[in-house]
């Protein structure tokens, strides 16, 4: 272990040993805790914010409930760092989010704690009520379950249709909404407003006051302790029926506001809560980034810093001694902005990721033509082809991983009716420490098989702005995705002219002899530094980006397999249905024989890391792609398809 824990912290093992900690002791842990957090991701990088803000809940929650056998769930997971430390992993917290390290996110064959993988927003009050359905069919009727929720996840779809069945279901969940008005970037929409007009009411405040002291005295009221809650509760629907309507219209009996920062009245309420059975909503008001002054003023930026001066505040950055490529996402920003200066019918939709995607930039620029519908996948999709049947060229901008998310609403709502929507799906391929939840691994294979939808790869930055360039012209039907990795190209100077590219076009990046590598987007880089070691062993492949995986350049192909027997694919995406796979179909309808070796990502969960150290994992970096060709040209044997 490289950097001590806090005296008290050092002694905390388990949930058990916290549950032995006296009041004032409790204060001290979190002063701890929350240093503990800084000093760990201040060196090797994280989330950052999102645990600061709740330390104390944290602690309040282990302090309280019996976990892991009451069942703990946090969504998202990006605020559970302290969680982790309390439960067993302090010693070895150090290697969170490093290759074969600690998962970023909860992770239940990690911990016993861990009782619900989460990575994606608004899932937890879904798991904790099948949990606490399931608790209650098997007569565990002391079980308790909490699902922890922030104010940007609850703005999810899921959420809502979560709380809607927790209304009727009548099981003993406690939902904690963790109110810091932030998600990655701030929060928007009318749930935000709404949480905003409760937590400033001085009216609903006063009120909520004397639900607290009357839940404070449960203990003295014994078996009528339930009658006096409901009556209290009834008077604040009578005042404040507006400002209560909306949980408590879905039968969830709503507590709060309150400090999310008193460890100490946290653990009093919590227990009073406890004692009540029935599904029940706590709202406790937060900062994100609680305790550190630069995490409090810039929310966003300091989500996920990366390595910092904890003492100064100051974000290291590599100064590189030559000009780098941009990321592909400030050029898909930039790109955007450009192009909708020239196209008046051009608009931005982004859920809840604005400044990860860099849709930010035309929001700033255009404010009416790029949107944040909040984390709102589904409804994003659905919402783009609304504009499409108006005429407007949406660019639907939603993560690889995300997108999953809205599978129904790009068939059911953009291909069926063969609408003309551009989605381009930031961070394809391996997310890098984020892990599996975070991999676009599947988006080649789950877009390719729908009618109506075009799907293509850039190699390099200057072919992403020809594509967007593509997109955006004259067309009546067809759903067109743009599939890019998250990180820097190879571009440093990015900003080329841009032009149209033929749909189902691919392009020779080298002529060879020996066998043919066919690769789609920027995976194709490692491959031209595969082909320089390959001519150094006088073998001489041909290089071939492919750009569209659909529909696929059947000329290119039948010139491929007329001319080469051996051929290599290479893909960032899964091999199960991917680019290859339409390469070894086109094969086989068409009856060539070759031997034919697929390189992506195959048929299991890849655990987190760098996104070189995956890539070498999955035997598609640099080196592995020239050991395939080597392989393959060693094999004289032909596949026959």
């Not at 602690?59 to 009451?70: I, M, Q, R, S, Y």
């Not at 249709?161 to 909404?177: C, D, F, P, R």
């Not at 070759?594 to 970096?621: M, N, T, W, Y």
Request: proline fraction near 5%.
């Amino acid at each position: 272990m490289l950097i001590e824990p806090g005296k008290l912290l050092s002694t905390i093992d388990s949930p058990k040993d916290l549950k032995k900690l006296k009041p004032e002791q409790l204060v001290s842990l979190t002063r701890e805790l929350r240093q503990f957090i800084v000093d760990i991701v201040s060196v090797y990088g994280g989330h950052f914010g999102a645990s600061l803000g709740v330390v104390e809940l944290t602690v309040a929650l282990h302090h309280v409930f019996n976990t892991p056998e009451d069942q703990l769930v946090w969504d998202v997971g990006h605020q559970a760092y302290g969680h982790k430390i309390l439960t067993g992993r302090r010693d070895n917290f150090y290697t969170n989010r490093l290759y074969g390290g600690l998962s970023g996110f909860p992770k239940r064959s990690e911990s016993p704690y861990d009782t619900f993988g989460v990575g994606h927003s608004s899932t937890s009050i879904s798991a904790a009520l099948g949990m606490s359905v399931a608790s209650k069919y098997l007569n565990l009727p002391d079980k308790q379950h909490i699902a922890v929720i922030g104010d940007g996840a609850m703005t999810g779809g899921l959420a809502f249709e979560a709380m809607n069945h927790t209304g009727v279901a009548n099981s003993n969940l406690l939902i904690v909404l963790n109110d810091n008005c932030m998600s990655i970037d701030p929060n928007v929409g009318a749930l935000k407003d709404y949480l905003t007009d409760i937590t400033t009411s001085k009216t609903y405040n006063k009120v909520k006051d004397e639900v607290w002291y009357a839940l404070g005295k449960l203990s003295k009221f014994g078996s009528s302790a339930r009658e006096i809650v409901s009556n209290v509760e009834n008077g604040i629907k009578a005042a404040l029926l507006k400002q209560s309507n909306l949980f408590e219209s879905l039968n969830l009996r709503y507590f709060g506001p309150i400090d999310g920062h008193d460890v100490n009245h946290l653990v009093s309420v919590l227990k009073d809560l406890k004692s009540i059975p029935g599904p029940k909503i706590l709202h406790c008001v937060t900062v994100k980034g609680k305790g550190f002054a630069e995490a409090e003023k810039n929310q966003t930026k300091w989500h996920a810093p990366g390595t910092f001066d904890k003492v100064t505040g100051e974000i290291h950055k590599k100064v590189p001694d030559r000009p780098q490529p941009a990321k592909y996402q400030q050029v898909f920003g930039h790109t955007l902005v450009e192009l909708a200066e020239k196209n008046s019918k051009i608009m931005g939709i982004t859920p809840a990721m604005p400044s990860g995607s860099s849709m930010n930039i035309m929001m700033e620029a255009m404010p009416d033509r790029a949107l944040d519908v909040g984390i709102a996948e589904q409804h994003a999709v659905t919402f783009s082809a609304g504009l499409a049947t108006q005429g407007i060229v949406p660019f639907c901008n939603i993560y690889s991983t995300f997108m999953q998310r809205a599978y129904d609403q790009v068939i059911h709502d953009v291909c069926i009716q063969n609408l003309p929507v551009n989605f381009c799906l930031d961070r394809a391929g391996f997310a890098g420490a984020d892990g599996p939840t975070h991999h676009g691994a599947y988006d080649l294979a789950y877009m390719r098989c729908i009618p109506n939808m075009i799907v293509t790869a850039p190699m390099n930055e200057s072919e992403l702005r020809n594509l967007m360039y593509t997109a955006q012209l004259p067309r009546d039907k067809t759903a067109f995705t743009i599939r890019y990795p998250r990180g820097q190209g190879v571009m440093p100077e990015w900003r080329t002219p841009m032009k149209e590219i033929e749909i189902g076009t691919g392009r020779v990046i080298l002529e060879g002899e020996d066998l043919a590598i066919l690769t789609i987007g920027h995976i194709g880089n490692y491959a031209v530094q595969a082909c320089k070691e390959l001519q150094g062993d006088h073998l001489y492949p041909a290089h071939y980006d492919m750009r569209f995986v659909k529909p696929l350049d059947e000329e290119l192909l039948h010139h491929i397999f007329n001319k080469f027997h051996k051929v290599l694919t290479v893909e960032d995406g899964c091999l199960k249905g991917g680019f290859g796979s339409a390469i070894l179909e086109f094969m086989a309808d068409h009856g060539y024989k070759a031997s034919v070796k697929r390189l992506g990502i195959p048929d299991r969960v890849i655990e987190h890391g760098q996104q070189i150290e995956l890539h070498k994992e999955c035997e598609f970096d640099p080196q592995g792609i020239a050991q395939a060709a080597r392989s393959l040209l060693v094999d004289s044997t032909p596949q026959t398809i």
